[in-house]
């Protein structure tokens, strides 16, 4: 998982609503991109956070909730995301559902 500095700032500062996506088929290793974005201030999005996931699968996504980001030390600012805008995955859903409590 990684994220730029500047573009994690931005989430810092406006972590109420976070979209997360997952391209399909973007290289030739067969990886998933899962990212994370929010809205700045001038309703702009921002993708802070990206992770290259193996399968859509529910341990993959476990992972990324349960390790990925406390291991970047952004779950505390996950308290104060609202809201979570994704697509009907879920596997996805279950695991977002126990990050957020």
Not at 39 to 45: D, E, L, R, Y
Not at 53 to 80: C, T
Request: charged share 25%; aromatic share 18%.
């Amino acid at each position: 998982m990684w994220g730029e500095k500047e573009n994690l700032r931005y989430f810092k500062m406006y972590p109420e609503t976070v979209f997360v996506d997952v391209t399909s088929h973007s290289n030739n290793k067969k990886y998933h991109l899962l990212t994370f974005s929010c809205k700045s201030g001038a309703n702009k999005q921002v993708l802070f956070l990206k992770a290259w996931i193996p399968n859509q699968r529910r341990f993959s996504f476990r992972w990324v909730f349960k390790y990925g980001i406390e291991s970047l030390g952004l779950h505390h600012y996950f308290k104060y995301t609202e809201l979570f805008m994704k697509d009907g995955d879920p596997q996805q859903h279950n695991e977002i559902k126990i990050f957020m409590g």
